[in-house]
């Protein structure tokens, strides 16, 4: 297996999303060594503008030809954007899971909870971790 794309921009949780500080909000994807999990995406189930979440509460389904996966938010705080393209190209999520690919924006309500997830480097221990 190829060793999957990190980017230092962002922090990760250990159940495989990003979350990228852009001004006072957080956009929020799956990350490269998910997408190869789950192999060929088919359909990407969207949360709803203007919901509240919390950290740790499902803001997505994604599924795949393989499996059905559940996309946890990394913070609590309002959605203020979903990616709309996703509902027709699922497959972004797979060609581009940290640019087009993005599946949410939120306006966090507890900045602190940023340093709860991972930095590149720790993530990229866990995903060790996770093949041994």
């Not at 509460?57 to 996309?71: D, P, R, T, Y």
């Not at 990394?74 to 190209?89: A, F």
Request: hydrophobic content about 35%; aromatic content about 6%.
């Amino acid at each position: 297996m190829n060793t999957p794309l990190i980017f230092t921009d962002r922090y990760y949780t250990k159940t495989h999303e990003w979350a990228l500080i852009e001004n006072d909000l957080i956009k929020v994807g799956i990350t490269d060594y998910a997408q190869k999990q789950l192999h060929e995406i088919v359909s990407c189930e969207l949360p709803e503008e203007g919901k509240e979440i919390k950290r740790g509460e499902i803001l997505s389904v994604i599924g795949s030809v393989k499996a059905v996966a559940e996309v946890y938010s990394p913070v609590s705080g309002k959605i203020v954007k979903v990616n709309k393209t996703l509902e027709v190209k699922p497959e972004l999520l797979n060609l581009d899971p940290y640019g087009e690919g993005w599946i949410a924006v939120i306006r966090p309500t507890e900045i602190k909870e940023l340093e709860t997830l991972l930095k590149p480097s720790e993530y990229e221990a866990e995903i060790i971790k996770e093949k041994t």
